[in-house]
């Protein structure tokens, strides 16, 4: 392509550069912004799917809530064992189980937060409460079963997630 005659050698690049400009931005904004939304969504589904569908999931918390009652010095110690929070039963290896899945339920959580893949700000908005204080329920439980297992990393994406919320509510 030949500049025009008008003798401006650099005006007849602009348009193009101006338009790859453009584009490029667009497509920078576009890209955050289908993050954005595909966050949202996966967030919204994950919490359809498990924690507002899944009986399983209710009678997780249903359970938790009897293993660390909120009336407990605020963080009962449980000793790295399950203590029933009634005294009255002892937890079966299905309730150790269902623990298990409520608290992982938490650190996949934190974890998708973390990389980006579901919304901090909704599922705060959704969960801010349920996540800060069944930390602090559970927190002394899951450092004495770190310290019993060797595994210093057990929920702690979990840990920074609630202890990151917990001065800082939605």
Partial sequence: MNPPPSGDSVGWLTSPV????AS????LLAYFYHR?????KSTI??????EVASSEWKNAQKLFARLFPKDANPRPDHGGEIQAGNGDDEPTAEDVAMLSMFLDHFEFVAAAIHNGSMSEKLYKQWSYS????????????IEARREKTG???LYSEFQKLAEKWSDNPP
């Fill in 18 to 21: 101006a338009i790859l400009l």
């Fill in 151 to 153: 595994q210093t990393t």
């Fill in 130 to 141: 349920r996540v800060v204080n069944s930390w602090r329920n559970a927190e002394r439980y």
């Fill in 45 to 50: 589904d994950f919490v359809a799917a498990t």
């Fill in 24 to 27: 490029g931005i667009g497509a």
């Fill in 36 to 40: 954005h939304v595909s966050a949202l």
